[in-house]
Every structure is written in structure tokens, then in C-alpha cells.
């Protein structure tokens, strides 16, 4: 099994992931979410689909992740 810095380097080498958001809900650590895959995926096109009406900005998911940090670890990939 993967620990997080494999992971979330390959995930770097993906230039479509702009950032990966981690569940602390379900996991005590982002190691831990890693191995029990709590954790999703933020691609440009998901970002633009999921804000504002199919019209989302990095601004919309900046503001997203400064709502959700008590509930989730972000990393930003770029």
C-alpha cells in the first residue's frame, strides 16, 4: 500500500489535479485517508463544474477550502 508523499508526488505529475482534499472525518491522519482512499480529487474541470454554475474559478475553491478546513486537509498540487 502507497503511503501519502508516493501518492500525493505522482498526483504532482498529473498537471490535471489541482489539488487533492483529505476526509478527517474518516481518518485520523492524510496517511492514513491516503490508505483507505478518504480523500478526492480537484481537477480544473471539476472546480469550474462544481462553483457558480458551471462557471467555478480557483477564487470559488479557494473560498471552498477556507469553509471546509475543519472538516478536510487540502493540498494543493499547483
Known amino acids: ?3 501519502f508523499t508516493s501518492v500525493f508526488n505522482e498526483m504532482k505529475k498529473d498537471n490535471s489535479i489541482v489539488a487533492i482534499e ?3 472525518q ?5 496517511t492514513e485517508a ?3 482512499g478518504n ?3 480537484w481537477t480544473i474541470e471539476r472546480i469550474k463544474a462544481c462553483f457558480n454554475f458551471d462557471n467555478g474559478t480557483m477564487k470559488d ?3 471552498y477550502m477556507e469553509n471546509n ?3 478536510c ?3 494543493v498540487l499547483r
Do not use: G, Q, V
Not at 26 to 30: P, V
Open 1 to 3: 500500500m502507497k503511503d
Open 22 to 24: 483529505i476526509s478527517k
Open 26 to 30: 474518516h481518518s485520523k491522519n492524510k
Open 34 to 36: 491516503i490508505k483507505n
Open 39 to 41: 480523500f478526492n480529487e
Open 61 to 63: 475553491f479557494k473560498t
Open 69 to 71: 478546513k475543519p472538516y
Open 73 to 75: 486537509y487540502f493540498e
